[in-house]
């Protein structure tokens, strides 16, 4: 299987400040379609998991544009500008290139 | 609009069987597939595995084969999971959902307790 392994654990911002989470893959994530397979989540506290970016930098419908995306085949990393109150939580990255799907870790977000 | 909406929390003893359901509503339930992903209390996300709502056939992670079956209740757009034989690591909250290549849609999640 696939090992996603994310950093750091947690990470601490002072609102209206950048955050930046990365995520390693242990296996390229690119199809032999030329899609890069990786997908990053944030799940409140007590909520469902909700898709932020997909297929490595495309931001899922409805999602702000402070949320990026951008990495290579094996080395990804989220930043989150203008952190705000709402973006609480954690976030995992995930791929879907094979059977199974896994994901990393988690990083729990916090506000200073 | 879509929305999965999953069955009520559950309280069981070890060795008992558990179903939950997970009812869609606002599309076609036979178009896409369901997945199901296991989170325990603290823990990460963990694929169980998915049901081709068209054909009814099922396919388990490796973790998840033996005591886990996925089935349908196609006339009523639902989805259900059943584990037997509960153990206390089966404690977990259990998510149905709808994956596509470009957006997700998710159940609440059910709160699977097992204990003595």
């Known amino acids: 299987d696939i090992v996603l392994t994310q950093a750091p654990l947690s990470v601490s911002v002072t609102p209206g400040e950048s955050a930046s989470i990365s995520c390693r893959s242990s296996k390229s994530l690119l199809s032999s379609k030329g899609i890069t397979s990786l997908y990053w989540y944030l799940q409140r506290p007590g909520k469902s998991p909700q898709l932020l970016i997909y297929q490595m930098s495309n931001l899922a419908s409805g999602v702000p544009d402070r949320f990026s995306s951008s990495g290579s085949e094996t080395d990804f990393t989220l930043k989150i500008s203008k952190v705000e109150t709402e973006d609480v939580g954690v976030y995992y990255c995930?791929?879907?290139?094979?059977?199974?799907?896994?994901f990393g870790g988690g990083t729990k977000l916090e506000l200073k | 609009q879509i929305q999965l909406v999953q069955s009520g929390p559950e309280l069981k003893k070890p060795g008992e069987s558990v179903k939950i359901s997970c009812k869609a509503s606002g599309y076609t339930f036979t178009d896409y597939a369901m997945h199901w992903v296991k989170q325990a209390p603290g823990k990460g996300l963990k694929w169980m595995g998915w049901?081709?709502?068209?054909?009814?056939?099922?396919t388990y992670a490796d973790d998840f084969k033996g005591r886990f079956v996925f089935s349908l209740e196609a006339s009523a757009s639902t989805a259900n999971l059943q584990i037997s034989n509960l153990k206390n690591e089966d404690t977990a909250t259990y998510f149905c959902?709808?994956?596509?290549?470009?957006?997700?849609?998710w159940g609440q999640g059910v709160m699977v307790t097992v204990s003595s």
């Open positions: 049901i081709n709502t068209y054909t009814g056939k099922p």
């Open positions: 995930g791929h879907r290139l094979e059977y199974p799907p896994t």
């Open positions: 959902a709808r994956l596509t290549s470009d957006f997700d849609y």
